[in-house]
């Protein structure tokens, strides 16, 4: 069983990047579909990016098309987030999340019920 971990999560002014890791062990990210999932207290898990198994097709929220991107490095068994022109409402604590050979299409929108595996998260926080 892959087993997953965040990091690069902090505390950034408006307008400031981050770029999130998803490291994996027990397992090849490159063999997994991979998203990216933000949680704010109260709310559930939302849908921010995501990587297909096998054919890499990525899809994104509206909310952050243009300011993220999902890419992964497969030497390294890691998934990132780049997130640029970051905004107080992305304040959030964000999940990776994996599923062994999940093909998406496009414009599919990130389920948390579609991945099986998840990591323990990394807060990311946006304030003046």
């Known amino acids: 069983q892959v087993q997953l971990m965040e990091s690069g999560g902090g505390s950034v002014q408006p307008g400031d990047s981050l770029t999130l890791s998803c490291t994996a062990s027990?397992?090849?990210?490159?063999?997994?579909?991979i998203g990216w999932f933000r949680q704010t207290p109260g709310q559930g898990r939302e849908g921010v990016a995501t990587?297909?198994?096998?054919?890499?097709?990525?899809n994104y929220a509206e909310s952050v098309k243009g300011r993220f991107t999902i890419s992964r490095d497969n030497t390294k068994n890691i998934v990132y987030l780049q997130m640029d022109n970051l905004r107080p409402e992305d304040t959030a604590v964000y999940y990776c999340?994996?599923?062994?050979?999940?093909?998406?299409?496009?414009?599919?929108?990130?389920?948390?019920?579609?991945?099986?595996?998840w990591g323990p998260g990394t807060q990311v926080t946006v304030s003046p």
């Open positions: 999340a994996a599923e062994y050979r999940f093909t998406t299409h496009w414009g599919y929108t990130a389920a948390p019920n579609d991945f099986g595996y």
């Open positions: 027990g397992g090849t990210l490159k063999d997994h579909a």
């Open positions: 990587i297909s198994a096998r054919n890499d097709i990525t």
